[in-house]
């Protein structure tokens, strides 16, 4: 049976019809396909001009390191061209630039890329950068350290020389020897961070063993030693800033100063004449260099004045100095020395008493930098607290040997020989030997050090820096 033409052609236009409604839809999703694939290469790209706005503000600050204006002397916002390699503008950078608060290296950054191809696709990356200081641990040494039992470390640990650890470190101990001869112990030489704590460690050769009962953290040996020198600030520029816009204080005519820090942004400055005798039978067995009590009468001292803390937060005395007080919310570096320097000269910092701050957020921050010994004198609190970056940049920072009592001599250094509990909250940079305690029994029984972290992207004014290099501290991207 013959078909008609009508009937052929129904079929026929229902196929076209569906053929052309596929190839609408396949066309559309095409279509949809390269736009979301073009946004995607929009949107990587303008994350890699955000990513290139980063690295050029780095660039920028090693070459002008306290410049947050890009160059322009103007605030901010910054719009910098961004071309490809043929010199074609293809995106832009927007820079928004917040400079360190006082007192701080950190410099945050925001930058926004944008294409020129798809304007509505933008990119943010927030980054922060800064220049450590050189307060990045909580002890660091020029010379052999021993930690006894009774000493608790809150913070990286580090000596030139050698370690022996016999209370409990919470962070890295580390030293730059792989081993050493250890002065306090005869035989052979020890690893360059040992401990003596049951059982103790096996001599090298041998492997150190695993010890997180002691080295809660870990050990390492050898790492590259610190750059001492560099370590210890600039005394004499200290000195030269303090006189143009610090506080400045010549020779005291008696044995010192002694200040006493208020919480209302000023100090009680008075002159110390005469220091406490040591009583009978105290006397310096160990042969110390500048042993003494360091101590006085505090009401026998002839007043001198109120000051009020300088703008640019540095006070230098060229004479010794005992300080004890509170601030709050100040940011200071009290540092003593005489110049030109000389071992017989070399002025030292006391603190018997209490030296606190008041907020733990940064915004309190003392230095006590010595040219000499940074002390804890005879007479000390039994119990003491001090809160501060302490640098003795000859000498050591610790207390003398006091001779305890015997049967046959009852007096001798006490009662201040043996004193209860020390707790330091800052660093402690120590050129020599470091310690506040002797192995019979003497000295502070309780010994807790705990590192604080603000040191080292906000350190005290005028504390030395690793670099003048940013490095990038932060980063995240900004949704």
Not at 10 to 22: D, R, Y
Not at 187 to 209: I, K, M, Q, R, S
Not at 241 to 257: E, I, L, T, W
Not at 391 to 416: D, E, I
């Amino acid at each position: 049976m013959k078909k008609t033409l009508g009937q052929v052609l129904v079929p026929s236009l229902l196929v076209s019809f569906i053929g052309g409604a596929l190839i609408i839809v396949l066309t559309n999703l095409a279509v949809a396909n390269l736009s979301t694939i073009g946004k995607a290469s929009s949107s990587e790209l303008a994350f890699q001009i955000a990513e290139a706005g980063i690295e050029y503000y780095r660039w920028h600050l090693a070459h002008a390191s306290s410049d947050y204006q890009n160059g322009t002397g103007q605030p901010g916002p910054y719009t910098i061209p961004y071309n490809d390699k043929n010199g074609t503008q293809i995106g832009q950078i927007i820079l928004d630039i917040t400079p360190p608060p006082i007192g701080s290296t950190v410099v945050t950054i925001l930058s926004t890329g944008k294409v020129t191809a798809d304007p509505s696709v933008q990119r943010k990356i927030r980054s922060q950068l800064a220049i450590p200081s050189l307060a990045r641990y909580a002890t660091v040494a020029n010379d052999v350290m021993r930690f006894g039992p009774g000493t608790e470390i809150f913070g990286p640990i580090h000596s030139n020389a050698g370690i022996r650890f016999d209370g409990i470190a919470n962070n890295i101990v580390t030293s730059a020897q792989a081993s050493y001869d250890d002065p306090d112990h005869s035989g052979a030489n020890e690893f360059g961070v040992h401990t003596h704590v049951n059982p103790t460690d096996p001599l090298p050769p041998a492997t150190a063993p695993n010890r997180p009962d002691v080295f809660r953290a870990g050990r390492q040996f050898p790492v590259p030693a610190v750059d001492f020198p560099g370590l210890t600030a600039n005394l004499a520029q200290i000195k030269t800033d303090a006189q143009a816009a610090g506080r400045y204080f010549a020779n005291s005519g008696g044995q010192g100063y002694y200040m006493i820090l208020k919480t209302d942004d000023s100090f009680d400055l008075y002159r110390v004449n005469s220091l406490t005798n040591p009583p009978s039978g105290c006397d310096n067995l160990l042969g110390q260099t500048g042993w003494g009590t360091w101590s006085f009468a505090t009401n026998t001292q002839p007043f001198l004045g109120n000051y009020t803390f300088p703008a640019n937060g540095l006070i230098f005395f060229e004479d010794h100095l005992w300080v004890r007080g509170q601030i709050n919310t100040a940011r200071l570096t009290i540092a003593s020395g005489v110049f030109p320097e000389t071992p017989t000269t070399n002025t030292s910092i006391t603190v018997n008493n209490d030296l606190l701050y008041t907020n733990f957020d940064g915004q309190d921050v003392i230095s006590l930098i010595a040219q000499n010994n940074l002390n804890v004198g005879w007479a000390s609190a039994n119990t003491l607290t001090i809160d501060a970056a302490l640098v003795a940049k000859n000498g050591r920072v610790g207390r003398y040997y006091y001779r305890p009592p015997t049967s046959t001599s009852n007096q001798r250094c006490a009662p201040y020989h043996v004193r209860n509990q020390i707790t330091l909250y800052g660093t402690i940079t120590t050129n020599q030997r470091y310690g506040f305690a002797y192995t019979d029994g003497t000295g502070y029984a309780t010994r807790t050090i705990t590192y604080d972290p603000n040191l080292l992207y906000a350190p005290p004014p005028s504390f030395p820096l690793t670099s003048s290099q940013y490095e990038i501290i932060s980063w995240e991207e900004v949704r």
